[in-house]
């Protein structure tokens, strides 16, 4: 079954930290943009972070730069997300999502590019 899983997602207090991972399944991260979005209830979809294919372009969003770090590993099939400094307003679902990028050294935060594959979403909670 090919997917993407997310994992890492609970309940920390503010300030804390947590680090969430997407581990691809029956396919290869190698090639794909990998990036990882956010939606709080009643809110719209969030571009937070994104990794070109290679590893060697990173992008975030103002609303995280600075306390997040995207990375990837393609040997381990695997890209994470860690979170520092959380604040109540980082409290949303967070989702990873890939597009086939092979040949570009950058990546970008617009959702509608990532039309390969899409994670369940994993709750992030912030809270005191």
């Known amino acids: 079954q090919l997917q993407l899983v997310e994992s890492g997602g609970g309940v920390v207090q503010p300030g804390k930290s947590l680090k969430l991972s997407c581990a691809a399944s029956?396919?290869?991260?190698?090639?794909?943009?990998i990036a990882w979005f956010r939606q709080a209830p009643g809110q719209e979809r969030e571009g937070i972070s994104c990794?070109?294919?290679?590893?060697?372009?990173?992008d975030y969003a103002p609303s995280v730069e600075g306390r997040f770090t995207i990375s990837r590993e393609n040997a381990k099939n695997t890209a994470w997300l860690q979170m520092n400094s959380l604040k109540p307003e980082d409290t949303a679902v967070y989702y990873c999502?890939?597009?086939?990028?092979?040949?570009?050294?950058?990546?970008?935060?617009?959702?509608?590019?990532?039309?390969?594959?899409w994670g369940q979403g994993t709750q992030v909670s912030v809270s005191s």
């Open positions: 999502a890939t597009v086939w990028d092979p040949l570009n050294p950058f990546c970008d935060l617009l959702g509608s590019r990532y039309d390969g594959y």
């Open positions: 029956g396919f290869t991260l190698q090639h794909y943009a």
């Open positions: 990794i070109s294919s290679t590893g060697g372009h990173t």
